[in-house]
């Protein structure tokens, strides 16, 4: 599975006996209202949930999975606000709340910093490689490799 992180967030759970595995992508970490139950992966603690949910499907307790978490990054740096706690850094945060809740192990993180990352995640293997990419910064292929979390 792939996706590209702004300051948005991902969070891959991945059961090593069962080698299952799901991933998410969310773009803010709580809704500033009430849903009326229905559940929207666009929120953090909704993602996990949906996550949760599919895994429970499948029988793997979610206390067994690794976590790794990857994003959260500040798509503007020079529109930063001092002291102000920027959404890519609230997402993180939040990711790593939720988890813990949940009685889920982190086991690497590459959050935070300037810019976005692209993220691999290899179910068969519960291996996330992660390339995190500088704003404003001419890329090519051949000069970034991906790194396993």
Sequence with gaps: MRTVLGSCVSITLWHPRRRVGAMSHFLLAER????????????????????????????VPARECQAKIFGGGSMFPEQATPGALQVGRRNGESARSLLAQHGIAV???????????????????????????????????????????
């Design 32 to 59: 500033a209202s009430p849903s009326g139950g229905v559940l929207d992966a666009r929120y953090g603690e909704d993602a996990l949930v949906l996550m949760l949910q599919g895994l429970a499907k499948l029988r």
């Design 107 to 149: 086991h690497s993180e590459s959050l935070f910093g300037d810019g976005h990352r692209q993220i691999v995640f290899d179910v068969t293997t519960g291996d996330v490689w992660s390339r995190q990419i500088q704003p404003n910064t001419e890329f090519s292929p051949n000069e970034a490799r991906m790194k396993p979390e």
